[in-house]
């Protein structure tokens, strides 16, 4: 449940009649909107609020959201006054964007997930957030992450689990799974995250989504509740590259307050989006982040596929066996040795925070379950300058030399691997298959891309690396391959508004009626079956999925036993409601004398 008043006071007041249609919408796409005056500002923000109210605590209930902005629509009628008189500042002008809630506002409370920080707000922005606000973008709402970002599932003591939009038992990935849930179900036009080992490249994997852990240093972190100040990096996740690149061309840059942006240079994002990017290019497949797990195969098969289609744009791809990569590594994450003292650090520079350091936090019980073992062994850390920190950042410099070598010397752009090697766990379970660490240790820019979808509808992710202030040219490869493969797919559980009425009908053959009714926002199929057979004659009913000559296996068991009537619900994968669109479900009745087949039609 949400303790926020505002967000639950705003969603009883949103559900609207839907002013402009923004599912799946681009910024470009909304910006035309404006500029024509097809549209105002106020009323993509009513839009957006109205999905917001449709799915985020109904419907697939993805708990992506932890604070609406209560002056958005006013910030929205100011900008839409300011366009009239002066024109739009830029891209961004108007547009609703999301930010992951351990970006400090001024304006809105900053919980990090965490119920220590219930509350919470800080005595200025983070200096993306002013970034964004500069150039015109609503901050429409704060988003719900893994607790203080210290996991990659998205759950947490404030604000509980977050949940994946294409299969809402699983997690959204983290730690801004709920950046990542809320852009693939189109609650904003685009969303901020942060990424210390995977946290923004994640969750753009698992939500089929595009996302960039920027070069250390090309981004503030100044204003994030940190984890590591080390790792730390910030920046978008969005649903196609163009939007990625808008929102980088407003945020990236210099700022007196992150020592790391001293001297960055200014990239331009968006002119780096050519079709043709790939060509000539020299990609190195980095085989030992692929594994060799049974269960990793059919994510990997997908990503080697994906990797055939950059050779198809034109780039040259070749394996890369690095057989000391892994060792090396082995303990050059910084987080546990950095993690307490910068959160007490940020807490004592931010304004009056209700708690002042992580021993604090944990011995209050202001921590999910799910985190203890993570912070109790930062707790048990004694901090940077220790033998072990300095052994870390040691395999850190090691480790980016050793990169830095290896593309000299193959004279390669990037290089290639999975974002996950295993698909999205359920909700509870331990996520393996990570491969975050090698853009976290060296410091260099990785973007994911989708690479396509499991069986059972899952998205998979493609992550590219390059060398240090190499990401307008990861963006414009990243801008190639999607312009040619074409993978954004939205969620079938947050489609318009408009569609959200559920869909009945009623499907006939001799001896056999049934009744359906699909909820679209859950995916559940709600069925009545009749059959006007003898007593005792009905073995079993079934629901198919066709494939060859009509025929499939069976997605569930309605009955094992005679019946004159059953009624039930069912909840339909991605997949399963696409072929039931096409006709591609059957129910079948086996019988002791015959069967009965009758295909879903709506």
Not at 323 to 347: C, G, M, P, R, W
Not at 445 to 467: M, Q, S
Not at 493 to 514: D, F, G
Not at 519 to 532: R, V
Request: net charge neutral; with cysteine; hydrophobic share 40%.
């Amino acid at each position: 449940m949400k303790a926020t008043a505002t967000l639950v006071l705003l969603t009883l007041l949103t559900l609207h009649a839907q002013p402009v249609e923004v599912a799946e919408a681009s910024i470009a796409d909304l910006q035309r909107a404006l500029t024509e005056g097809r549209a105002t500002s106020r009323e993509l923000v009513q839009a957006y609020l109205n999905r917001i109210a449709a799915f985020d605590q109904q419907g697939p209930r993805l708990n992506a959201l932890i604070t609406l902005n209560p002056n958005a629509l006013a910030e929205a009628d100011a900008l839409d006054r300011e366009r009239k008189a002066k024109g739009p500042r830029g891209p961004l002008h108007g547009i609703p964007i999301i930010v992951k809630d351990n970006y400090s506002t001024r304006d809105m409370p900053t919980t990090a997930g965490t119920l220590a920080l219930a509350g919470f707000t800080p005595n200025a922005d983070a200096f993306q957030v002013k970034k964004l606000r500069d150039a015109g973008a609503i901050l429409i709402a704060k988003s719900n992450l893994h607790e203080l970002a210290s996991g990659i599932t998205t759950v947490g003591s404030a604000f509980g689990q977050s949940r994946n939009p294409y299969d809402p038992t699983r997690h959204p990935g983290g730690s801004s799974g709920g950046t990542g849930a809320a852009v693939a179900a189109s609650l904003a036009a685009a969303g901020m995250g942060s990424d210390t080992c995977g946290s923004i490249r994640i969750p753009a994997s698992v939500n089929n989504l595009t996302g960039l852990r920027p070069t250390k240093g090309l981004s503030s972190i100044a204003g994030i509740v940190p984890l590591s100040v080390t790792q730390d990096t910030g920046g978008p996740l969005a649903r196609t590259v163009a939007d990625l690149a808008a929102v980088l061309d407003a945020t990236t840059g210099e700022d007196p307050n992150d020592a790391a942006t001293r001297n960055a240079p200014k990239l331009n994002f968006t002119a780096a989006l050519q079709p043709g990017a790939l060509k000539g290019a020299k990609i190195g497949i980095l085989e030992p982040l692929f594994g060799d797990a049974t269960d990793d195969t059919e994510v990997l098969k997908l990503v080697r596929t994906a990797i055939d289609d950059l050779k198809k744009q034109g780039a040259t791809v070749s394996p890369v066996p690095m057989k000391d990569l892994l060792e090396a590594l082995n303990n050059s994450s910084v987080i546990t040795h950095e993690f307490k003292e910068d959160l007490a650090q940020y807490l004592a520079t931010h304004g009056p925070a209700p708690v002042h350091s992580l021993e604090e936090i944990v011995k209050g019980g202001l921590i999910h379950t799910a985190l203890e073992a993570t912070f109790a062994r930062h707790l048990a850390s004694k901090g940077r300058g220790t033998h072990d920190h300095k052994i870390a950042l040691a395999k850190r410099a090691a480790v980016q030399q050793m990169i830095l070598k290896l593309m000299e010397e193959e004279k390669l752009d990037a290089l290639v691997y999975p974002t996950l090697r295993r698909k999205p766990v359920r909700i509870g379970e331990a996520q393996p298959g990570g491969t975050c660490q090698l853009s976290a240790t060296t410091g260099f820019p990785a973007i994911t891309v989708p690479a396509g979808f499991t069986a059972d509808g899952l998205p998979v992710g493609l992550e590219l690396l390059g060398p240090a202030f190499s990401d307008a040219k990861l963006l414009g490869y990243a801008y190639a391959y999607e312009q040619a493969t074409h993978h954004r797919r939205a969620p079938a559980r947050t489609p318009s508004v408009k569609q959200l009425a559920p869909r009945s009908w009623q499907n006939s053959a001799t001896n056999l009626t049934a009744k359906f009714t699909l909820t679209p926002a859950t995916g559940e199929l709600a069925y009545a079956i009749t059959a006007t057979l003898p007593p005792g004659e009905i073995l079993a009913a079934t629901l198919h999925r066709t494939t060859k000559d009509d025929t499939g296996p069976v997605i569930a068991v309605l009955a094992n036993r005679h019946f004159q009537q059953l009624s039930g619900t069912e909840t339909l994968s991605d997949p399963d409601r696409e072929k039931l669109a096409k006709g591609g479900l059957y129910l079948r009745l086996t019988t002791k004398s015959t069967v009965l087949k009758l295909t879903l039609q709506p």
